[in-house]
């Protein structure tokens, strides 16, 4: 299952890439407050340092059906986007193995991910950090290949691990 939040379109896209090259679920998160316009944006910024957590719409999934969950934010103020830290916050107990994506303008993605496994309270079993740029050009596309292989070595061992307990229920789902 691959969940995100997108402001711009950034962190979407990129969540769309990796739904497509592991054949995954996708959940965006959403919320009630209006984001577009620059007044909106400075206000995104406020509340991502002020650690605000705004209501999002119900998700329609259920986190527990799968075995990894990679989480996608756009770095807003060194930090994840708001409604992300109210996703953590709100499903960090239903999260299993966890990885994190992050789209930037050039930096902060090392701060946001260690806030990120903070509130989910276990490491990241990978992460990716890509630039603005990069996904305007496209040259994103071989370092998220190497996400993507470390997210598959992962769920055929965590297949074959659950074949071995004779648990096939998830099967290396994401």
Known sequence: MIVY??????TKSLAEFLKDQLSAEIQEIKTNIEEKGKINFIR????AVKKFCPELSPIRVDLGRYDLVLIGTPVWALTMASPIRSFLKTYHSKLPAVGFFATMGKVGSESTFAHMADLVGKKPLACLAVSEQAIKSGSFQPKAKEFVISVRTYLEKKMCHNILLGDNSKQGKI
Do not use: E
Request: charged share 10%; no cysteine.
């Open 44 to 47: 995104a910024g406020w509340q």
């Open 5 to 10: 939040y997108s402001r711009t379109g950034n």
